[in-house]
């Protein structure tokens, strides 16, 4: 009696998986058949030049004639190199026109402004800023 209900389970097991093997292998089939139908197809290159024209000084209606070349967007624009002195005067007339306590070049906010406009500059201490005021 054993041995009979060991042999019908491994013979129900047989059948489901060999069912379930059919499903995975046709799904198989039929996702290889998909790509070879889709790869023989031709496929569609958008066409350039759509809305945007190029702007020429030059424009002619000769199809044969290649357009004019574009440019390309600036994103950034280039930034005029600061003296370290520039910098430096301008800060003091920052904290002396403003009327700015001295402390504000030590506030790591501010240090953390004038890098960012300038990476190459250094922000003055507070004592040297005073005597700058004074000379001024």
């Known amino acids: 009696m054993y041995y009979e209900d060991y042999h019908i389970r491994f013979a129900q097991c047989a059948v489901e998986f060999h069912y379930a093997f059919e499903k995975t292998t046709q799904r198989k089939v039929d996702d ?3 790509f070879k139908n889709e790869k023989t197809k031709p496929l569609s290159v958008p066409k350039r030049g759509g809305k945007r024209k190029a702007e020429s000084s030059n424009s002619s209606t000769n199809p044969n ?3 004019a070349k574009l440019q390309q967007t600036k994103l950034f624009r280039t930034v005029a190199v600061v003296s370290q ?15 700015h306590p001295l402390s504000v070049v030590e506030e790591p ?6 890098t960012g406009l300038c990476p190459s500059a250094n922000v003055m201490s507070r004592r040297t800023l005073g005597r700058r005021v004074d000379d001024v």
Do not use: W
Not at 109 to 114: D, L, R, T, W
């Open 85 to 99: 002195t520039e910098v430096d005067q301008l800060v003091t007339s920052y904290v002396v026109k403003g009327m």
């Open 32 to 34: 290889y058949n998909r």
């Open 109 to 114: 906010a501010f240090v953390e402004f004038v």
């Open 65 to 67: 004639e290649p357009p």
